[in-house]
């Protein structure tokens, strides 16, 4: 039996080179369908994780709690629009809260900052101590922003490396003097580069100073617009996010029927977020792909029907001869399994080249598996068999006496 199979094969392959163009052809779209479901996959699966990760070098765990929408005295606001929060309501929730790390107050203000070289608009952003351990900001050069500059108002500063180079040209900051709204900053230490968030902000383009700096000194307020805090654990910041809200109605006064006046955010639900819309688009990628792969398979059965009809006389000798409608059936199913196989091989290297070329112009790492791989090829084999069902059938239903007198 499996000499039988190895014949058919032998067949199917001689029936191949005699039509190289044909063949060729024919498995054209099977190769593109296999390729594109691997570099589709590959390429959103690879940009998903990219997303994580930016998302994830954000901060460690991270919670962001912000104003909310307000209610007070039956005037309603929108986010933003009154600041509820304190810094006090940072102090509580690091201490009250079991399942939080560290929690910092911020406020952020676009600022033209001048230097003895040049003058730059940078986001400068208010800070209590913590932020850079929450932000897993490390200090290249320098220190960072301890609890004695935030307590006695000292007006010292954080720089990023875009503001170090269009401040200062890129030299070692530490030490020189950067004034923002008439207010002489030092620079104490320069940030590490952090590179764009998911939003495409450039992180680096920064000044960080102890939030009182940035309230009184620059702004003229008090209340900060947002706490950043950061849970022990990945599996604490739900936790987290509970004891926060609680925490925060209670010290806000809020009552049973009324709505929060601040808003809590996690990166693990921009994660989800990432991840489902990266799901939606792979599965849309897919289904193309999918079609492609229907469209040769069409072509296969179409070739296949053609080779029925130009070998109809041949059939007829094989079936005087002896030859059963199974061992006719059987060979027209190989010869399409055949070229639907080869084109998946063809594809699978196509793909694999193609997601390294994709992901490398974009600048992220192809997420390949063997699954995958194994998968697309599998369904290029089963479109194979589908569609050499037909023509199969075909050619073994012919009449052998019609067949031999066809010309």
Not at 10 to 16: F, G, I, V, Y
Not at 86 to 93: L, N, S
Not at 371 to 381: N, R, Y
Request: proline residues 3%.
């Amino acid at each position: 039996m499996f000499a039988l199979w190895i014949e058919c094969l032998k067949m199917a392959l001689r029936e191949l080179r005699r039509h190289k163009t044909r063949s060729l052809l024919t498995t054209l779209g099977i190769i593109m369908g296999v390729g594109a479901v691997i570099m589709t996959v590959s390429v959103t699966q690879g940009a998903k994780g990219n997303l994580e990760q930016d998302i994830k070098k954000q901060g460690r765990n991270m919670i962001i709690i912000k104003t909310g929408s307000s209610n007070r005295a039956g005037l309603r606001g929108g986010a933003g629009t009154l600041t509820s929060l304190t810094v006090a309501d940072a102090e509580a929730i690091e201490k009250e809260c079991s399942a939080v790390a560290q929690a910092c107050a911020l406020h952020q203000f676009p600022v033209q900052a001048v230097t003895e070289f040049s003058n730059w608009r940078v986001p400068l952003t208010g800070v209590t101590q913590g932020y850079t351990d929450i932000r897993i900001w490390p200090v290249e050069i320098g220190r960072t922003i301890e609890p004695r500059d935030v307590a006695l108002s000292a007006k010292v500063c954080l720089i990023g490396q875009t503001a170090n180079r269009e401040l200062f040209a890129g030299q070692d900051p530490v030490g020189r003097t950067i004034r923002v709204a008439g207010v002489p900053l030092k620079v104490i230490g320069l940030l590490s580069a952090k590179g764009f968030n998911p939003l495409g902000t450039d992180e680096d383009n920064t000044l960080v100073v102890p939030l009182n700096v940035l309230l009184r000194q620059v702004m003229g307020q008090e209340r900060p617009a947002g706490i950043l805090a950061s849970a022990k654990s990945d599996e604490l910041v739900e936790i987290a996010v509970e004891q926060i809200k609680s925490l925060l109605r209670q010290r806000h006064r809020l009552g049973i029927a009324e709505e929060d006046d601040f808003e809590v955010t996690t990166l693990k639900e921009k994660i989800e977020l990432a991840n489902a819309l990266s799901n939606v688009m792979t599965l849309l990628m897919c289904c193309i792909a999918g079609v492609s792969l229907l469209v040769g398979g069409i072509g296969i059965m179409n070739i296949m029907l053609v080779a029925v009809s130009e070998r109809t006389r041949e059939i007829g000798i094989r079936m005087a001869i002896g030859a059963s409608q199974r061992a006719i059936n059987r060979q027209f199913l190989i010869e399409a399994c055949t070229i639907s196989t080869a084109g998946g091989v063809v594809g699978v290297a196509f793909g694999v080249f193609g997601s390294f070329a994709m992901s490398s112009a974009l600048g992220w790492e192809p997420s390949l598996s063997l699954e995958m791989i194994l998968l697309a090829f599998a369904f290029s084999a089963g479109v194979g068999i589908l569609f050499g069902i037909l023509p199969a059938r075909r050619a073994a239903s012919l009449n052998p006496i019609e067949a031999l007198r066809h010309d």
